[in-house]
């Protein structure tokens, strides 16, 4: 099946994320530059509030949505369109994080698992590491296994642990950093302390595992490029599931994997997910 357009009105010189957010969205529309007075896409993605084009778009009757950069941008493009763009503290529509993860290539691993994980390879039970200290190599795999990661004024490592689901101990200013709930996303403390908070953490694998979910979750609401990507395509009608049907989510992940329509996997999907109401992902 053809995917739909979306229609690109472009401004000079046009964000840098942008292109970043495009290269995500292929996954689901193919992203055109098209005149509103010619042609129909499905939605309509412009630059800049201030881009050629728009007003046009906008009457076309499809859904509009508009990259803002400033607080001007805001002000003259709230109300009528959906807003996107990379900069938190202007509260837009869909976040397109300038700095992220692709959440979708890191499987969040919950402390049992870990534990299972530790005891096959012969490491400690209390296992906690500290960001920085492991290689490029091995810093996945720690994150991965670790009972406890300990962070310390390093957003970005913060980040790429909580996608991982690892429960951190970290400073208030790297918690702040990434817009983290102290108590509830991250244990934060002094860095004379952080050592001995982790280890109490570590004995604690209900409370790791709390953690260890609420940091995974503002990964994907905050940091997850290719969320962001599919958020945006839901909102402007490109797919055919909603932003909260988790059951379209997941068969459209399954769509691209290339899983064929007659796969047993699609079965078994359909069997684990049988009955299921309420639910999100």
């Known amino acids: 099946m053809t995917p739909p357009f979306l229609g690109l009105l472009v401004s000079p010189g046009y964000p840098d994320g942008v292109p970043r957010l495009l290269e995500r969205m292929v996954r689901w529309c193919r992203p055109v530059w098209a005149d509103p007075e010619r042609d129909d896409p499905a939605a309509w993605l412009a630059t800049a509030p201030t881009a050629a084009g728009l007003s046009a778009a906008l009457a076309s009757g499809a859904p509009v949505a508009v990259w803002v950069a400033s607080a001007s941008d805001l002000a003259l493009a709230a109300g009528e369109v959906l807003t996107v763009g990379d900069d938190v503290a202007l509260d837009v529509d869909v976040l397109a994080p300038p700095s992220g993860i692709d959440a979708s290539a890191v499987p969040p691993m919950p402390p049992f698992v870990r534990a299972r994980w530790r005891a096959r390879h012969g490491l400690p039970e209390r296992f906690i590491v500290r960001a920085g200290t492991v290689g490029d190599g091995h ?66 694998q209900r409370r790791a595992a709390a953690f260890g979910r609420s940091a995974r979750r503002l990964v994907e609401r905050t940091f997850d490029r290719t969320g962001a990507a599919r958020r945006l395509a839901g909102r402007l009608g490109l797919v055919e599931w909603g932003e909260d049907d988790w059951r379209g989510r997941l068969t459209d992940d399954l769509a691209h994997l290339c899983t064929p329509p007659v796969a047993r996997i699609r079965d078994r999907f359909d069997s684990a997910v049988a009955g299921v109401v309420g639910e999100t992902a």
């Open 139 to 204: 810093r996945q795999s720690a994150y991965a296994l670790a009972s406890v990661v300990i962070v310390e004024a390093d957003p970005a490592a913060l980040v790429e642990a909580m996608a991982w689901g690892a429960p951190c101990v970290t400073d208030s200013a790297t918690a702040a950093a990434v817009g983290a709930d102290i108590g509830v996303d991250v244990l934060v403390g002094d860095a004379g302390d952080l050592g001995d908070l982790a280890a109490v953490l570590a004995d604690d």
